[in-house]
């Protein structure tokens, strides 16, 4: 099962690393409770996690445009990418996050996979004075 520099980084602290590609199924699914917590915390709390803040951006709902995302939304943007936390399955993830790329370049809002599950937009925040 490969896994992504995000489930090495978790498994290396949580002991499970081995040097390899791959990770033993509980420590996948570690990695995938661990990566649900910090993306569902952050999007919910502040509408965006350290990285998207980091370079101004932020992400709203669709209908209405307002932020934060009330937390079954933030569910739903993170589900797309759980896929490639179940072992077993864990190519499937590499498929979505091709998708995603993709669809950024070719949609006109440039949303990804889990803009469209969870209905959102990733947009610039406006700068304060």
């Known amino acids: 099962m490969?896994?992504?520099?995000?489930?090495?980084?978790?498994a290396f602290v949580a002991g499970q690393f081995d040097g390899s590609l791959n990770l033993r199924p509980g420590a996948m699914l570690f990695a995938g409770?661990?990566?649900a917590i910090y993306e569902v915390a952050f999007t919910v709390w502040k509408s965006a996690t350290p990285g998207k803040m980091a370079v101004g951006i932020e992400i709203v709902r669709q209908d209405d445009?307002?932020?934060?995302?009330?937390?079954?939304?933030?569910?739903?943007?993170?589900?797309?990418?759980?896929?490639?936390?179940i072992p077993g399955i864990s190519g499937f993830g590499a498929l979505i996050f091709l998708a995603s790329?993709?669809?950024?370049?070719?949609?006109?809002?440039?949303?990804?996979v889990s803009d469209f599950v969870g209905?959102?937009?990733?947009?610039?925040?406006?700068?304060?004075?």
């Open 2 to 10: 490969h896994c992504s520099s995000d489930e090495i980084i978790i």
């Open 33 to 35: 409770f661990i990566s």
């Open 65 to 85: 445009g307002r932020s934060p995302l009330p937390i079954d939304t933030a569910v739903m943007r993170w589900l797309p990418f759980a896929v490639g936390n």
């Open 101 to 112: 790329l993709i669809l950024i370049f070719v949609d006109q809002h440039r949303r990804s």
């Open 119 to 129: 209905r959102t937009y990733v947009v610039r925040k406006p700068r304060r004075m």
